[in-house]
């Protein structure tokens, strides 16, 4: 332990200034990349009324700016092997130390290997969990409480300041990306989850997403995936309302529990957790709720009428969204799936 306070202080000095370097990269490529899409849509207009040379030198200055964030964040980086010298003298330590005292049998085997695992914890790597098509990023903000490196990956501008408002009353930083999920701007092997909810279904082909999924998400990492479930009358409703086109959300489509399996053993993802999800409040008192609005009368957006029933009726939902029945009657089917592993 005697490592810990010059580790800590090592922490505290150098990776908020990491964290804020990676932020201005991202944000610089996300400026960059938007420059760059605006100026091919309009190239008729720039030659035209001939402003290539302007517009160049836009480009380069934006360009510039992603260089310089690009380089500040490189030299900060290239303080963070310190961590690394710090915590193998700390484990040398540990080892000589600690073995002494087991050769002496002043302390258990057990004791030590239990030791080295939690310093291996305490000064192991922090996970980095990306959301596709975040929005508001609710549960991207939740993962950055915890201590995460959250990445927020949208290609919608306005998506983008929604999520970092919410970061921002949470009082988290979110890594905000502006990306295509079809061409991530992410090296091969760099996340350790990828997650998306309410994405998939929207894709006529899903293979790509899913793809790319596998691409940027470590060996051993895990993928999450969250997608309308066929068996449940929200899709009934819902192929109604697309075949009158007055879904709010465009075309999408469904799957069975089965078929977003096997869409990810396709991509040689293995599915380990499967589980459902149930609509809070019912379907019915949403479209009531929704129905009343359009008559300017408002109803709470979670009815709590009576407690106790309330708590009953919540803990007999998630039982069985956590049964074999969540995954095939509820309106929402999930899974997580790892990444196998070279072998």
């Not at 306070?5 to 490529?29: C, D, H, L, T």
């Not at 500040?72 to 002494?100: D, E, P, Q, Y």
């Not at 927020?152 to 970061?167: F, I, K, P, T």
């Not at 008559?295 to 979670?302: A, S, V």
């Amino acid at each position: 332990m005697i490592c810990l306070p010059f580790y800590g202080y090592f922490i505290k000095i150098v990776v908020k200034p990491i964290r804020r370097a990676s932020s201005e990269v991202q944000e610089s490529r996300a400026g960059s990349t938007a420059d760059l899409q605006e100026k091919l849509s309009g190239i008729r207009e720039i030659k035209a009324f001939v402003r290539e040379k302007s517009q160049s030198k836009s480009m380069l200055e934006s360009f510039r700016i992603l260089f310089k964030s690009r380089v500040k964040l490189s030299i900060l980086s290239s303080f963070a092997s310190i961590s690394g010298l710090i915590s193998t003298i700390g484990l040398i330590l540990v080892i000589w130390f600690g073995g002494k005292d087991v050769i002496n049998g002043s302390m258990q085997m057990g004791v030590f290997i239990a030791f080295l695992g939690y310093m291996g914890r305490l000064f192991g790597p922090v996970n980095t969990f990306m959301e596709v098509g975040a929005a508001t990023a609710r549960d991207s903000v939740i993962l950055a409480k915890s201590g995460a490196v959250s990445v927020a990956l949208d290609y919608s501008h306005e998506a983008l300041r929604l999520a970092g408002e919410a970061a921002s009353r949470a009082g988290v930083q979110l890594l905000l990306v502006c990306g295509d999920g079809l061409a991530m701007p992410f090296r091969n092997g760099s996340i350790d989850l990828v997650f998306h909810q309410g994405v998939l279904e929207h894709f006529r082909d899903p293979m790509p997403l899913l793809c790319e999924n596998v691409r940027v998400v470590k060996e051993g990492g895990k993928v999450l995936v969250d997608v309308p479930q066929t068996v449940h009358i929200y899709t009934l409703i819902k192929k109604a309302l697309i075949a009158m086109n007055v879904w709010f959300a465009g075309w999408e489509t469904q799957f069975t529990a089965g078929q977003l399996a096997e869409l990810l053993r396709e991509t040689d993802l293995e599915p380990e957790v499967t589980y459902g999800r149930f609509f809070s409040p019912s379907l019915a008192y949403r479209m009531l709720r929704e129905l009343l609005m359009k008559l300017g009368i408002r109803m709470p957006l979670r009815p709590v009428l009576l407690p106790p029933v309330h708590r009953l009726h919540r803990s007999l939902r998630r039982r069985i969204e956590a049964s074999f029945l969540g995954p095939r009657l509820g309106y929402i089917v999930g899974i997580i799936a790892g990444k196998k592993r070279d072998t």
